[in-house]
Nanobody
Framework: QVQLVESGGGSVQAGGSLRLSCVAYGHSYSPYCMGWFRQAPGKERDGVATIYVGGGRTYYADSVKGRFTISQDNAKNTLFLQVNSLKPEDTAMYFC????????????????WGQGTQVTVSS
């Protein structure tokens, strides 16, 4: 089964940028979809952006459209999330996840998760 390791989080001021990375390893074949999700303290985990690994089609939450970009390097088994124009409300633990089927826009379809990387945005 695939294992996922995130990195790239940190503390930035509002308006700043970060590039999150997620390395996938231990799998025999590529996931159907991968995605980034986030969870702020006291809130539910929500979808941020997802990508069809084979075709590259992407989906974004309305709150991050135009600011965040999901991408992949299949040769390196790595998923990225470029986060720009950060706002304090983007503060959360960001998780990488993978699924081998189903509706890629639904968080319930994802059953492989990383440990998360913290993003903190100060005003």
């Amino acid at each position: 089964q695939v294992q996922l390791v995130e990195s790239g989080g940190g503390s930035v001021q509002a308006g700043g940028s970060l590039r999150l990375s997620c390395v996938a390893y231990g799998h025999s074949y590529s996931p159907y979809c991968m995605g980034w999700f986030r969870q702020a303290p006291g809130k539910e985990r929500d979808g941020v952006a997802t990508i069809y690994v084979g075709g590259g089609r992407t989906y974004y939450a309305d709150s991050v459209k135009g600011r965040f970009t999901i991408s992949q390097d299949n040769a390196k088994n790595t998923l990225f999330l470029q986060v720009n124009s950060l706002k304090p409300e983007d503060t959360a633990m960001y998780f990488c996840a993978a699924t081998y089927g189903g509706d890629c826009t639904r968080i319930s379809e994802y059953n492989y998760w990383g440990q998360g990387t913290q993003v903190t945005v100060s005003s």
